[in-house]
């Protein structure tokens, strides 16, 4: 892989973050509970789709999208203790993630997970997902508008 | 009532297994033990203006009691994540059925990425489940 991860067009401020990123969830995936560590792998060229890959042989792997890059209007209000925890300044640093699901791998009907977007200290290795108390973030956005 | 108290004989407190309910009974002291899913439950009963501590800094605030509904208010550091258990039980849900995916999508995937003309899908879409219950967040 020597491409540049990302699309400029599409996401013209993010080249920060590595090709592939080891990332230590503070908490595990709900749902996983035993699955702390994961990387973030590049799925295809265009730096638009990443696989979160468990590092465990038996763990799960998903596919997850830059939120900036499909959702450029999505700007959640993180808690602070949620900055704190992971170390960030700001939360405007913070790299933010949404779990794809393509439901019986019907492309047309795949959709996002806005309501608990994986956050990723783009500095360090830490990252969680972030059940947000704001309930207008839907758990699955149609991906394709 | 001293927050050790509260704790004694309470081994581990777990979340419940969300495909059963809890045997809660009502005890005239307000204190009993109950098991769930072979997890050890404090079982207290309590009534409108008392309030349950949870260690050192985290109150519970009973706030009001209307037929089967019970409005609660948490004190809380900011640290500590509070949320109704449905929400959880919907995210891990949602990322179970994720982890189902395969590599087969990315190509058309991708192709779904909004060009810059597309910005803003977010900001007109409503949540499936969107500030129908908001969160009862008066100080208690």
Same mark, same amino acid.
């Given at each position: 892989m020597t491409s540049s991860v990302l699309t400029p067009s599409l996401a013209p401020a993010a080249t920060r973050a590595p090709k592939v990123q080891a990332l230590e969830l503070a908490e595990p995936l709900p749902g996983f509970p035993v699955h702390r560590d994961y990387v973030l792998v590049p799925a295809e060229d265009g730096g638009l789709i990443w696989w979160l890959q468990s590092m465990a042989p038996d763990g799960p792997r998903f596919l997850a999208v830059r939120a900036h890059s499909f959702f450029p209007g999505y700007a959640p209000a993180l808690p602070g203790a949620v900055c704190t925890e992971l170390g960030?300044?700001?939360?405007?640093?913070a790299e933010l993630y949404c779990l794809l699901t393509v439901p019986d791998g019907d492309v047309a009907s795949a959709t996002a997970n806005l309501r608990a977007p994986v956050v990723v200290h783009p500095g360090t290795s830490r990252a969680r997902q972030v059940v947000l108390l704001d309930g207008a973030h839907p758990i699955r956005q149609p991906l394709r508008g | 009532m001293p927050a050790g108290s509260l704790r004694s004989g309470c081994e581990i407190l777990q979340p419940?297994? &969300? &495909?059963t309910r809890p045997l809660v009974g009502r005890a005239k002291d307000g204190h009993h033990h109950t098991t769930h899913g072979g997890v050890l439950v404090l079982t207290l009963t309590r009534s409108v203006g008392e309030t349950i501590r949870i260690g050192d800094d985290i109150e519970v605030h009973v706030v009001e009691v209307r037929g089967g509904t019970v409005r609660l208010g948490f004190k809380a550091p900011r640290e500590v994540a509070i949320h109704r258990e449905e929400v959880y039980r919907q995210i891990a849900e949602a990322n179970l059925l994720a982890a189902q995916v395969t590599a087969d999508s990315l190509g058309a995937l991708a192709a779904f990425a909004p060009s810059s003309a597309a910005a803003g899908t977010v900001d007109a879409a409503e949540g %499936?489940? @969107? @500030? %129908?219950e908001p969160a009862d967040d008066a100080p208690a």
């Open positions: 960030l300044h700001d939360a405007a640093e | 419940l297994d &969300s &495909s %499936d489940e @969107a @500030a %129908d």
